[in-house]
């Protein structure tokens, strides 16, 4: 069988949607099981496992999507399509959100990121590399996906700081998980 380097950006793209679609979905369990937390007032030993199995199943999705990534880029540079590298907006944003992704994480891996910005920064970040990696061309320029990219992230944090604000209504400290119930 004869494979084809086209074959392997095609298998390259295939896992990256996989990846991808695995790290907004875990990302969306993680930040939903964060409120859940948030809301109770703390955090039982069972669901501190649960949460690091989720952290570990979202860095195995993030490996083979800088995996694919870096795949992606040694195709095109390989067909030396230089074109693609400078005229693809769509492209450039995808890297942009993925770079800010990586960064989140290292931040909050390291303590540098709150622990209720960096989810929602992730989040909604997930969100919009799904949406980057499967609609490729939008006819927009890179500034415009940029302000969109920012206008939607700012929706996402007024919506998950308000979610924040109902579920702690009634713990005497709002600073997320950890806050303590009245009694």
Request: net charge negative; proline share 2%; aromatic share 16%.
């Amino acid at each position: 069988m004869y494979v084809t380097e086209l074959s392997w950006l095609y298998s390259a793209q295939l896992i990256r949607y996989l990846a991808v679609g695995l790290c907004l979905g875990t990302s969306t369990c993680v930040m939903t099981l964060y409120f859940y937390l948030v809301a109770k007032g703390h955090t039982e030993e069972a669901e501190k496992k649960i949460m690091h199995v989720l952290y570990t199943l979202l860095r195995v999705g993030m490996c083979l999507a800088v995996l694919t990534e870096v795949t992606n880029f040694v195709y095109y540079y390989h067909v030396d399509n230089f074109v693609y590298w400078t005229d693809n907006p769509e492209l450039l944003m995808r890297l942009t959100i993925f770079a800010v992704i990586c960064a989140n994480a290292l931040a909050m891996q390291f303590g540098k990121m709150s622990m209720w910005f960096g989810p929602a920064l992730a989040g909604g970040s997930w969100y919009a590399c799904f949406f980057f990696s499967v609609w490729i061309e939008t006819e927009s320029e890179y500034g415009g996906l940029l302000v969109g990219y920012l206008v939607w992230l700012t929706i996402v944090f007024v919506i998950l700081a308000g979610l924040r604000l109902i579920l702690t209504r009634n713990q005497t400290m709002r600073i997320g998980d950890g806050a303590s119930s009245p009694t």
